[in-house]
């Protein structure tokens, strides 16, 4: 029996009990960046066709390319069109408060999803929908603790400096990791901006200025498979566990194969899902909790039977 989260199930039910309210909702969305990844580009078709199923919704989305500017004046535009809701996946959880306070005053509900804002502006929004970062990044230094048997030196390659999902991920990796294993050493940690290409850099440049390396931990498994390469080049992987969050399919194989320790399982298609169905919620004036974390279980070889290839 394959993998499916609760909440993958209750959106299932998405397009039988909204799509018979009376009122048609205008809802948009302002996206972080959706060329960076495979993650994001699959987030965006998954809200599109979820909007699509139901006859009530009408949605406007927008992405802002990873560029601030663009996104603070694309939340400013769609205060202007006046629509019912707004959905924001932040660029960076700082800048965009000024215009997520506007929204506020303006009476417009604002949902942020999957990466949080600064806890400053956390007054302004109706909610948010997604992973909980601190939490996955605890759960990957508890299979790096299981991996290395408590000790080791190891190396971490973060996401975009500046990000809250990035910052998140290794606060709580970190924290978690000398708590429950001291004995690990992060040599190192530098950023690879969630491209592999970038991550195999940086993971070049650490294999030329560390002899011995333990063990690899990846902000997601895009960086973590550009590390896995730069150490297969250089005839290091088999000395070197990797471990990584959000599992992408590169990782998935690469766990199949024996070449990579674990990740964090998450989807993105639950990620878009749960912000729609959290936006509407808010909409039709139900309780809604502030923080809506899905779950994002671990995968490693020993249990990747129970979860479907992820296809992005």
């Known amino acids: 029996?394959?993998?499916?989260?609760?909440?993958?199930?209750?959106?299932?039910?998405?397009?039988?009990?909204?799509?018979?309210?009376?009122?048609?909702?205008?809802?948009?969305?302002?996206?972080?960046?959706?060329?960076?990844?495979?993650?994001?580009?699959?987030?965006?078709?998954a809200f599109e066709n979820a909007a699509e199923e139901l006859d009530n919704v009408d949605v406007v989305v927008l992405d802002a390319g990873g560029d601030v500017a663009r996104q603070i004046g694309?939340?400013?535009?769609?205060?202007?069109?006046?629509?019912?809701?707004?959905?924001?996946?932040?660029?960076n959880g700082q800048a965009v408060i000024p215009a997520i306070r506007?929204?506020?005053r303006a009476d417009i509900p604002v949902?942020?999803?999957?990466?949080?804002?600064?806890?400053?502006?956390?007054?302004?929004?109706?909610?948010?929908?997604?992973?909980?970062n601190v939490q996955q990044g605890a759960s990957s230094a508890e299979m790096m603790c299981e991996a290395l048997d408590g000790e080791g030196q190891i190396v971490q390659i973060a996401g975009q400096p500046g990000y809250t999902t990035a910052m998140e991920r290794?606060?709580?990796?970190?924290?978690?990791?000398?708590?429950?294993?001291?004995?690990?050493?992060?040599?190192e940690t530098q950023p690879g901006d969630w491209n592999r290409e970038k991550?195999?850099?940086?993971?070049?440049?650490?294999?030329?200025?560390?002899?011995?390396?333990?063990?690899?931990?990846?902000?997601?498994?895009?960086?973590?498979?550009?590390?896995?390469?730069?150490?297969?080049?250089?005839?290091?992987?088999?000395?070197?566990?990797?471990?990584?969050?959000?599992?992408?399919?590169?990782?998935?194989?690469?766990?199949?194969?024996?070449?990579?320790y674990g990740s964090i399982y998450q989807s993105p298609?639950?990620?878009?899902?749960?912000?729609?169905q959290t936006a509407l919620d808010v909409l039709a004036g139900?309780?809604?909790p502030k923080m809506n974390f899905f779950e994002t279980p671990k995968i490693t070889a020993d249990n990747i039977s129970e979860f479907d290839k992820p296809v992005f």
């Open 111 to 132: 949902v942020v999803t999957n990466s949080k804002i600064a806890e400053a502006g956390l007054e302004y929004i109706a909610a948010f929908s997604g992973p909980d």
């Open 199 to 260: 991550a195999q850099r940086v993971m070049e440049n650490f294999l030329t200025k560390y002899d011995d390396i333990d063990g690899v931990y990846a902000g997601d498994d895009n960086m973590g498979v550009g590390a896995l390469n730069a150490a297969k080049s250089a005839g290091r992987a088999d000395d070197i566990v990797f471990i990584g969050a959000t599992n992408f399919a590169v990782g998935y194989e690469a766990i199949e194969r024996g070449e990579y």
């Open 286 to 288: 139900e309780e809604v």
């Open 269 to 276: 298609v639950d990620d878009a899902e749960a912000a729609l």
């Open 1 to 45: 029996m394959f993998y499916r989260t609760a909440l993958a199930t209750s959106v299932m039910m998405l397009s039988a009990g909204l799509a018979q309210a009376q009122e048609t909702y205008r809802i948009g969305i302002t996206q972080n960046n959706v060329g960076v990844d495979s993650y994001q580009t699959t987030y965006e078709s």
């Open 170 to 187: 290794s606060k709580g990796f970190e924290d978690q990791l000398a708590e429950a294993c001291p004995g690990v050493e992060i040599l």
């Open 102 to 104: 506007q929204a506020h």
């Open 74 to 91: 694309q939340i400013r535009n769609l205060i202007q069109q006046n629509v019912d809701a707004i959905i924001i996946w932040p660029t």
